[in-house]
């Protein structure tokens, strides 16, 4: 039986979440892993103001790292605090001090992965992180190690609960956007601000992480391209659904010709009979492409205490088992470092809605600004509307993202368009 002493840093709800799995699950552990775990130190922020103080006896806490990142008994520290800082500061010193650490901390990796992973060689501990992207989902090591045979070409998911659990709500019930945000932020998965969920943050660092996995190319923060879905109407929903569609807010990674990468988070329209469809509520769900295995879909809980601490404790025991560890390295000559802007070669279908005057030869104008960047019309919808003015839907072929952005410049420049009200890019496959 090998001892194993744990150090959580941050008791909120994945933290304590973990404390309660590993008391739990402790004997299973030892008869099946051959491993006995115990959380030797928790560190708090202070006395008076942890929810979950009660959870575990007063001696385990500490308010210094330092009875940490010094204590040689201690080999595993779980991170679970959130934020940038002090998180870094404190990983790096426990992975300076040959400590491995295991987190949730989706931000803390998206943004410092390089100099995390560096300090982790240094220190000769691991760095692990499957519970960042997908939360229960076993999402990573699946990529990196059941579909390691592959070349993957494309991933493509719903890694946001809360934008779900809201676009969920307006498409079945009509619900309200806020009413539905508020609704989230009271079932503890939205994060403390908005609009890392809603316009788009949270689904932007997990992307950068699981697409850099994928592609064994750093794929980083500032190369994705990123909008939110606080302009999605209960109109878009009606129109999606008459198509045939409904929306999601997706993290899509696809590699293409001559190994550029594109990398984009926004609200889409897919096919209702896409399995991405069928995910509603809270969860989440990736569908990946590889050129062996073809299409594979995860699916399951994105957030929450015991999926987290799920995923947590895969890495805990994952790495305890081992004495070397591995690391993502991004420097196979083969692959791009850094994927190509977005850009270059980003092509898919739109649906654009647009308000217009209702007279003779509207429709002829503007197809003439679609026409003019080589876009073509797929189908075009006249809607009624209450005013004289008239609504009209357009949804085009697959068209490059650079000749929609002129294309959409020319409409709002033509005299006949009263506004540009949406637009949803639309993929159809993968
Ligand atoms: N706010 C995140 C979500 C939590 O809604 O998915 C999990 O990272």
Redesign the pocket.
């Known amino acids: 039986m090998k001892d194993i002493n744990i150090a959580i840093l941050g008791f909120g709800v994945v933290g304590s979440g973990v404390y309660t799995l590993i008391k739990d699950n402790k004997k299973d552990y030892e008869h099946r892993e051959e491993l006995s775990l115990s959380v030797k130190r928790v560190l708090i922020r202070g006395f008076d103001c942890e929810p979950n103080i009660d959870k575990a006896p007063r001696e385990v806490y500490t308010l210094s790292i330092d009875d940490i990142a010094s204590d040689t008994d201690i080999a595993i520290v779980v991170e679970c605090m959130g934020g940038t800082e002090p998180a870094k500061t404190f990983v790096l010193k426990c992975l300076l001090a040959g400590k491995t650490v295991v987190t949730s901390n989706?931000e803390l990796v998206a943004k410092h992965w390089p100099e995390l992973e560096h300090a982790a060689k240094t220190g000769g501990a691991g760095f692990y992180f499957e519970a960042s992207v997908g939360?229960g989902i076993p999402l990573l090591r699946t990529i990196t190690d059941s579909l390691q045979g592959n070349n993957i070409r494309s991933v493509m998911g719903i890694?946001?609960?809360?934008?779900n659990y809201i676009l969920s709500g307006m498409e079945s019930d009509g619900r309200d956007y806020l009413e539905m945000l508020k609704e989230?932020q009271g079932l503890g998965?939205?994060?403390a601000k908005p609009e890392?969920?809603v316009e788009g943050w949270?689904a932007v660092y997990?992307l950068s992480i699981m697409g850099s996995m994928a592609f064994h190319a750093r794929v980083p923060l500032e190369k994705i391209y990123r909008e939110g879905i606080t302009k999605i109407s209960a109109l878009d929903f009606s129109n999606a659904r008459m198509l045939g569609y409904t929306i999601k807010l997706l993290a899509i990674g696809k590699k293409r010709d001559g190994n550029h990468i594109e990398a984009r988070v926004h609200p889409t329209m897919i096919p209702l009979t896409h399995p991405l469809a069928a995910v509603r509520s809270?969860f989440?769900a990736v569908y990946i492409n590889g050129n062996a295995v073809g299409d594979v879909m995860l699916f399951g809980q994105?957030?929450g205490m015991l999926p987290t601490a799920s995923a947590i404790l895969g890495d805990v025991l994952y790495a305890a088992h081992r004495e070397e560890h591995r690391y993502q390295t991004f420097q196979n000559e083969f692959e791009p470092r850094e994927p190509a802007p977005i850009e270059d070669d980003w092509s898919c279908a739109f649906a654009v809605r647009v308000t217009t005057v209702d007279r003779v030869g509207v429709l002829a104008q503007i197809s003439s600004c679609f026409a003019a960047e080589n876009i073509s019309l797929l189908s075009v919808l006249q809607q009624p509307t209450e005013s004289a003015a008239a609504s009209i839907l357009f949804i085009t072929h697959v068209a490059r993202e650079k000749a929609m952005q002129a294309a959409l410049k020319a409409l709002e420049l033509c005299d006949a368009v009263i506004s540009v009200d949406s637009v949803i890019r639309v993929e159809n496959g993968q």
């Open positions: 989706k939360g890694i946001n609960g809360t934008t989230a998965f939205a994060e890392a969920d949270d997990k809270n989440n994105g957030a």
